[in-house]
């Protein structure tokens, strides 16, 4: 009588619960995917509009963040939402990060002289693309807020044959 092949499914441990200003992450946080699935995530997408295609589409490590409201913050430009975010990867900088914003909703925040305060779009896509190897990854996000605050985040992932 043949013997049965048993097949176990890693479950990684979550460094961390996700803090509500994280929305999503790619790969998902604990998730096991083959290296092959990883490097397709890299694959550009063509979008019809002006998003930073190249940035943000040819990426393969990405976090969809809410907004965080502070008067000085400035989510119109992507430029000034990437000079506030660090992006690790096994503790090396990610070379290339991109963000851009996810829905044309509109923020607008105004003190009772009508002078804008603070002004954006909704959530952000924040992403990096990196070379990879199988096995397991951790991923450590940080956005320093106007006020100096530093929001942070980790997720491992898995990556295998």
């Known amino acids: 009588m ?6 176990t ?6 460094i961390q619960a996700r803090p ?7 790969p998902r946080e604990s998730q096991v995917l083959r290296l092959s699935e990883f490097e397709a995530i890299g694959e550009p997408i063509e979008l019809v509009d002006d998003w930073d295609t190249v940035t943000i589409y040819d990426s393969q490590i990405c976090l969809k963040i809410d907004n965080y409201a502070q008067a000085g913050d400035d989510f119109t430009d992507p430029v ?17 990060i991109g963000a851009g914003g ?5 923020i607008r925040v105004v003190d009772s002289d ?17 070379d990879l190897q199988i096995g397991f990854h951790e991923v450590m996000f940080q956005f320093r807020q106007t006020s100096g605050n530093l929001l942070e985040y980790q997720w491992k992932f898995e990556l295998t044959e």
């Open 80 to 96: 000034k939402v990437v000079e506030r975010v660090t992006l690790l990867v096994d503790s090396k900088p990610v070379d290339e």
């Open 9 to 14: 499914s890693t479950i990684l441990p979550t």
């Open 114 to 130: 009508g002078q804008i305060l603070m002004q954006g779009v909704g959530p952000q896509l924040v992403c990096g693309k990196t």
């Open 2 to 7: 043949p013997s049965a092949v048993v097949t």
């Open 102 to 106: 996810v829905t044309l909703e509109a």
């Open 20 to 26: 509500s200003f994280v929305l999503e992450t790619l």
